[in-house]
Nanobody, 126 residues
Framework: QAHLVESGGGSVQAGGSLRLSCVASGYTYSSPCMGWFRQAPGKEREGVATIYTGDGSTYYADSVKGRFTLSQDNAKNTVYLQMNSLKPEDTAMYYC???????????????????WGQGTQVTVSS
């Protein structure tokens, strides 16, 4: 079992930055792959990035590569998504998710992740 709680969403102007946090709890024995997904109104949920907490390796979707950066603090069981140069098209509900497998160097698929947070809203105005 894993319990995930996101925070850090908010409203910013285009070009601004936000840092999302995802605190994981409820597991003790393995290093999960943590994924970030987002869902804009009327659109499907899309995978944004992943980090394998075992070695810190990351993957980013093309839409956010170079602007978003994942990091982790294993002592706090926390993963961070630093979002810079935000665009209006980044507006969405952002979800943290976990799976107890390797991430794989590919766009994360929501069906692969069994544990989800409640989401945090990010709104970018032009």
């Amino acid at each position: 079992q894993a319990h995930l709680v996101e925070s850090g969403g908010g409203s910013v102007q285009a070009g601004g930055s936000l840092r999302l946090s995802c605190v994981a709890s409820g597991y003790t024995y393995s290093s999960p792959c943590m994924g970030w997904f987002r869902q804009a109104p009327g659109k499907e949920r899309e995978g944004v990035a992943t980090i394998y907490t075992g070695d810190g390796s990351t993957y980013y979707a093309d839409s956010v590569k170079g602007r978003f950066t994942l990091s982790q603090d294993n002592a706090k069981n926390t993963v961070y998504l630093q979002m810079n140069s935000l665009k209006p098209e980044d507006t969405a509900m952002y979800y943290c998710a976990a799976k107890f497998h390797l991430c794989g160097l590919r766009t994360p698929r929501q069906t692969d992740f069994g544990y989800w947070g409640q989401g945090t809203q990010v709104t970018v105005s032009s």
